[in-house]
């Protein structure tokens, strides 16, 4: 894959996650508004990790059959009749339920953009290409959140969810763009190898579903802890928050770097324990200073763990099989997305936050011990 349909790529999935993290954001103001319920606000958010867990390994199978762009083409593509559909949704059955299809259509677009950078990518750079890829994704998510908000304040719902689907439909003609590639289009079935997967494929998928869980236990909670005990406005909170992203996109290519010229193992070592460092941080943290670094330690976290992942679900994975693992993979944090906000929530109603971030710091350091038995240097 030459370097510049790599950045094209990347400021593809910029374009749909800004659409994306600014959907779920918008959405969840509008079922306020209509009088939703708690409980079926986070089912807004829940069916986007159940699409993440039982449709990315399918999109990502159908991607080393037909091929990759072919996938990230119709995935974008998807997205942006969905968004504009949002635009005529007026009752809380039919946000959800586009809401659903929305997050069916982008669960195939990561799994399968990441396989295809490691499928064109040799060994010894695999992990800083990657980098680049995640670092439009990092940038989706600072924005995306933002713009959604600002795009509410200004134009209301049904404009904002036009802009969002013009957003994505930038991301389904850059797709368009990069249809033809460099002597790759798909793999035939009898040349796909059948190899099972491996211990150390294990150990990974599930040291991701713990750390997903933790962090996405934390966040979803820490906003309030915030808010309720010490009295920080939206404002400073949203600024805190997006010191996740910001250092995610500072430190990536740093991280890719690092995985490629020390080792994946040791990327995914430093990654799980900067994600322990965050609940721990949180625990103790009395100032907004101390806030910002909890925020700071998950986007480090982020960096070098997801450089290291995804190049060593490369390196091991069987030829032909790049986009059903990555889809794998996803599904382990859907996992993760689904199961740290429940337990999580039940922990602070029931013991309080204190007890919250210390069920959150058990889950990093499982996953942090689970991360040691990896082999230092993968092989397929």
């Not at 195939?108 to 990441?114: E, L, N, Q, R, Y």
Request: charged residues 10%.
């Amino acid at each position: 894959m030459t370097l510049s349909k790599l950045i094209l790529l990347s400021i593809s999935v910029f374009f749909l996650l800004t659409s994306t993290v600014g959907l779920a954001l918008v959405l969840q103001l509008q079922l306020g508004v209509l009088g939703a319920p708690p409980y079926i606000i986070t089912i807004s958010e829940l069916l986007y990790w159940l699409a993440l867990l039982a449709a990315a390994p399918l999109w990502g199978r159908l991607s080393d059959h037909i091929g990759k762009p072919k996938v990230l083409l119709l995935t974008s593509l998807c997205s942006s009749l969905l968004l504009f559909l949002f635009t005529f949704a007026s009752t809380i059955p039919s946000l959800l339920l586009l809401r659903g299809l929305h997050s069916l259509a982008v669960a195939g677009f990561h799994p399968t953009a990441s396989a295809w950078v490691s499928e064109l990518s040799t060994e010894d750079i695999r992990a800083r290409r990657i980098a680049v890829y995640n670092q439009g994704f990092s940038f989706g998510i600072a924005v995306g959140s933002f713009l959604g908000g600002w795009l509410l304040d200004r134009f209301g719902y049904r404009h904002t969810y036009s802009v969002l689907a013009i957003f994505s439909l930038i991301c389904t003609v850059l797709s368009y763009t990069m249809r033809s590639t460099e002597g790759y289009t798909s793999i035939p079935s009898h040349h796909i190898q059948r190899t099972p997967f491996t211990s150390s494929l294990l150990i990974l998928y599930l040291s991701t579903l713990l750390r997903k869980s933790a962090i996405i236990g934390v966040l979803s909670l820490v906003y309030v802890y915030m808010r309720k005990y010490f009295g920080y406005s939206p404002t400073l909170i949203g600024r805190l928050a997006a010191l996740n992203p910001l250092t995610q996109i500072a430190l990536m290519l740093t991280a890719g770097i690092f995985a490629d010229k020390v080792g994946r193992k040791m990327a995914l070592i430093l990654g799980f324990v900067t994600s322990c460092l965050a609940p721990i941080t949180f625990i103790y943290a009395t100032s907004w200073c101390e806030f910002a670094l909890g925020f700071i330690f998950i986007g480090i976290s982020f960096a070098f763990y997801i450089s290291g992942a995804l190049a060593f679900i490369g390196d091991v994975t069987p030829t032909g099989k790049a986009g059903e693992y990555m889809g794998y993979f996803q599904s382990a944090q859907g996992i993760g997305g689904m199961i740290g906000p429940f337990v999580a929530g039940i922990l602070a109603h029931n013991y309080g936050y204190t007890t919250f971030f210390w069920g959150m710091e058990a889950f990093t350091l499982i996953a942090l011990m689970l991360s040691l038995l990896l082999p230092g240097r993968p092989t397929k």
